[in-house]
């Protein structure tokens, strides 16, 4: 369509060029968890303080906390069941609040059944695998 010698640009054209470029120049989201305390530690980093750690997601909640955080360890030998299941418990308490995130850093963690709950985000490291228990 030609309105006085110039071609029309349709608004969905150009909105979708706006999006493309605004696209090109927005990064992925991160979420940053700062030094916090945790119940049973410290913020002196002598007693199971929280060490800072910076990841990105497509979606961050307003909680969140390391399996670490919660005694668990990923040398593929020891159980984390009871880590996972305490690591839910307390994160589950956020849900009307933003929802709780728990990250699984690189390891090998082995585990029973647990159980997730609304409002949650699993977020497993690059280099984290879950080996489940019979």
Same mark, same amino acid.
């Given at each position: *369509?030609?309105?006085?010698?110039?071609?029309? @640009?349709? +608004?969905?054209? @150009?909105? #979708?060029?706006?999006?493309?470029?605004? /696209?090109?120049? @927005?990064?992925? #989201?991160?979420? @940053?968890?700062?030094?916090?305390?945790?119940?049973? %530690? =410290?913020?002196d980093?002598?007693?199971?303080?929280?060490?800072?750690?910076?990841?990105?997601?497509?979606?961050?909640?307003?909680?969140? /906390? =390391?399996?670490?955080?919660? %005694?668990?360890? %990923?040398?593929g030998?020891? $159980?984390?069941? /009871?880590?996972?299941?305490? /690591?839910v418990?307390? +994160?589950?308490?956020?849900? $009307?609040? %933003?929802?709780? *995130?728990?990250?699984?850093?690189?390891?090998?963690?082995?585990?029973?059944?647990?159980?997730?709950?609304?409002?949650?985000?699993?977020?497993?490291?690059?280099?984290?695998?879950?080996?489940?228990?019979?």
């Amino acid at each position: *369509m030609e309105l006085q010698g110039r071609s029309c @640009i349709s +608004l969905p054209l @150009i909105l #979708a060029t706006w999006l493309l470029v605004a /696209a090109a120049f @927005i990064g992925p #989201a991160e979420c @940053i968890r700062r030094k916090r305390q945790l119940p049973g %530690g =410290s913020e002196d980093g002598k007693g199971g303080g929280v060490e800072q750690f910076k990841y990105s997601a497509a979606a961050c909640r307003a909680h969140t /906390a =390391s399996l670490s955080d919660f %005694g668990g360890v %990923g040398d593929g030998a020891t $159980s984390n069941t /009871a880590a996972f299941q305490a /690591a839910v418990s307390h +994160l589950s308490q956020f849900a $009307s609040d %933003g929802g709780g *995130m728990l990250f699984v850093p690189a390891g090998r963690w082995l585990t029973g059944p647990f159980n997730l709950t609304s409002s949650f985000t699993l977020f497993l490291h690059r280099d984290a695998v879950i080996l489940a228990t019979q």
